[in-house]
């Protein structure tokens, strides 16, 4: 089963963007604790050595327009999805390998703020997925 599920903060400010068919779809990157524990975390850091891994993701035609529109760079999200591997040959023939968790599913942790301008949609949330539309903040969240 490949099955893979992550917790984790949006490293940069997402981009939507379009195929040549119209499908909307946004790569971006989580930065994801390792959850070491607090001595071997300041030990990590003391030697210069990584505290959290950094995965790629890519999310397709409504998560990716979500994500868009309610994330921002910093904020924490959840992601349910699946690995998916790859290659490519260079312009000089070498090759590269790559992998990515293609999202399936994602709860948002830490919404943006109010006057995120991250979309140009004007879309309410509720819209996207036939959801009724209630608006969400940090506030609301049980925990």
Known sequence: MNNVILTGRIVKDLE???????????????????????????????????TADFINCVAWGTT???LNKYTAKGKKILVNGSIETGSYTMQDGSKRYTTDVLVNRIEILEFADSNNTNSQDTKPFGQFDDMPYQEASNEDLPF
């Open 16 to 50: 939507l963007k379009y195929t040549q068919n119209g499908k909307s779809y946004c790569r971006f990157t989580l930065a994801v604790d390792r959850g070491l524990s607090k001595e071997k975390k300041q030990e990590a850091e003391a030697n210069g050595q990584p």
């Open 64 to 66: 990716a327009e979500v």
